[in-house]
């Protein structure tokens, strides 16, 4: 079975650190591209960046760039997400997703599939 | 970069069919956009992709031949027929734009359904 499982959220205070991780299992985790997709309390999914199956290739959203750093570890099947200078706006749970790449009439598409349960992230004083 | 539309909430009733709404901002009509599903508490599920011609490659799993997709101009349509108690969930529109450093993905706002 193809699975995500995030880890790592707690409360932090602003200014603070955390490091969320995210273990993969049912697949080859190496072949794959990976996301880190966030959602506050009651809103919509924002992306949050995405890294490519080597970790040579990363892409952030402006919200979080120069703050947040995406990075994995390919024999640990293990994808990480370091937040640094945390703001109480980057409260939110956080999903990881894999990326889904398929080929459909001569095209590559890919979208999320499938996603963790999540992990919640508390920046309060 | 994109904006994608969805009103806030939707509803119908056990049985029923209901067509939820994606709308992409102008200039963007040949866009895909992606379906996920998320069930309270729970993460989001992809249930398929739609351009203007359809449906793109095939559904997530487990999704039900009771859902379908259709596209137009700046619409992206997701049909449920027959809902079910299960079926009540929050419908998030995602697509992408962009490629390496300038690579984003932006959802909507997402739709509440409520099976009533």
């Known amino acids: 079975e193809v699975q995500l499982v995030e880890s790592g959220g707690g409360l932090v205070q602003p200014g603070g650190s955390l490091r969320l991780s995210c273990a993969a299992s049912?697949?080859?985790?190496?072949?794959?591209?990976m996301h880190w997709v966030r959602q506050a309390p009651g809103k919509g999914l924002v992306w949050v960046s995405r890294i490519n199956s080597d970790g040579s290739s990363t892409s952030y959203a402006d919200s979080v760039k120069g703050r947040f750093t995406i990075s994995r570890d390919n024999a640990k099947n293990t994808l990480y997400l370091q937040m640094n200078s945390l703001r109480a706006e980057d409260t939110a749970v956080y999903y990881c997703?894999?990326?889904?790449?398929?080929?459909?009439?001569?095209?590559?598409?890919?979208?999320?599939?499938?996603w963790g349960q999540g992990t919640l992230v508390t920046v309060s004083s | 970069q994109p904006v994608l539309t969805q009103p806030p909430s939707a509803s119908a009733s056990l049985g029923a069919s209901v067509t939820l709404t994606c709308t992409l901002s102008s200039g963007y009509s040949n866009y895909k956009v992606d379906w996920y599903q998320q069930r309270p508490g729970k993460g989001p599920r992809f249930v398929m992709r739609?351009?203007?011609?359809?449906?793109?490659?095939s559904k997530g799993d487990g999704i039900p031949d009771r859902f379908s997709v259709l596209g137009s101009g700046l619409n992206r349509y997701l049909t449920i027929k027959n809902i079910q108690e299960e079926d009540e969930s929050d419908y998030h529109c995602?697509?992408?734009?962009?490629?390496?450093?300038?690579?984003?993905?932006?959802f909507g706002g997402g739709t509440k359904l409520t099976v009533l």
């Open positions: 049912g697949f080859t985790f190496s072949s794959y591209w």
């Open positions: 997703a894999r990326d889904r790449l398929t080929m459909v009439r001569g095209v590559i598409e890919n979208w999320f599939d499938p």
């Open positions: 995602g697509a992408d734009h962009g490629s390496g450093s300038n690579f984003v993905w932006v």
């Open positions: 739609v351009g203007t011609g359809g449906i793109v490659g």
